[in-house]
């Protein structure tokens, strides 16, 4: 049988594919050329993609012997999972496996915020001794709000405990006695204007759909504290980028990192790119060596699973 890979995946899992028997295609630039793909599409048993292959009702009739979709990852805004259902191809995505990166990415963020240290080191190499503009604050005792709790949400809790940080939650589909209350000390907010309240950082962890996108926007960043930051790792779109760089601008807010864009890559002319406050990254919080191998090796066996028979136990539809 065979499989078609059209985007990144890394070695460990291509391997595991191969040593299982499976003929495996790896193009790692294949889901930015459509029409080329779309042509490829009916040899293949099993195609692995990750964020940037769209795929839709076009891209799923093309794919007529296609028995299995994995997912490298968890965001399924480029999946048209209805139109896979229809169809009878189980979805099947990487289940919490970059969570512990993706949550450390957030952890990463804030200890940039208060300590600056990539800043203070450019500034000594410039001749400086600036130890006063460079003095920072602490974490603890201060507010993380995460918007939305599932699993990432539950690992950056723990760590933002363990700094001595107070964390408030918003998310709608969580009961009370759900894990990330009940056992990982999370207040949760009644609302999200309630969470950008309260909050010196705000962390977003929700799927991109017609409910979250542009859920940050100038309505509600005034309520924030003027020096929290936003921080999204979720998917670009949630959070509203012109209404952003205009809240930063009027130190509405202090500043936001952000890992995820409506449009990737961004042009160095783009004016997220300008303003300095606003740090971006390109979509790299859960591309940790650790987290792409788990990735791999668990949408390499889960592939295998179904085209043996099984069902998924990571499968989405």
Known sequence: MK?????????????????????????????????????????????????????????LDAAKNTRVIGRLGVGLDNIDLEAAKERDIPVIAAKNANATSVAEYVMAAMLDASRP?????ADVRQGNWDRKFFTGYELNKR?????????????????????????????????????????TGVRPADTLDELLQQSDFVSVHVPLTKATKHMLNKDNFP??????????????GIVHEEDLIDAVKSKQIAGAYLDVLEKEPVQKDAPLAQVESIRLSPHIAGLTDEAQSRTAMLIAQEVDRVLNGGKSICAVV
């Open 117 to 121: 240290l990539s800043d203070a080191d």
């Open 143 to 183: 507010t993380l709000g995460l918007v939305g709790m599932g699993e990432i949400s539950h690992r950056v809790a723990k760590r933002a405990r363990a700094f001595g940080m107070d964390v408030v939650g918003y998310d709608p589909f969580v009961a009370p006695f759900d894990h990330i209350l009940a056992e």
């Open 223 to 236: 309520l924030m504290k003027s020096h929290a930051y936003v921080i999204n790792s979720a998917r670009g």
């Open 3 to 59: 499989i078609l890979v059209t985007e990144l995946m890394w070695d460990d899992g291509i391997e595991e594919l191969r040593k299982l028997g499976y003929t495996v295609d790896y193009d790692m630039e294949l889901g930015r050329k459509r029409e080329e793909l779309l042509k490829l599409l009916p040899e293949y048993d099993a195609l692995i993609v990750r964020n940037e292959t769209r795929v839709d009702t076009e891209f």
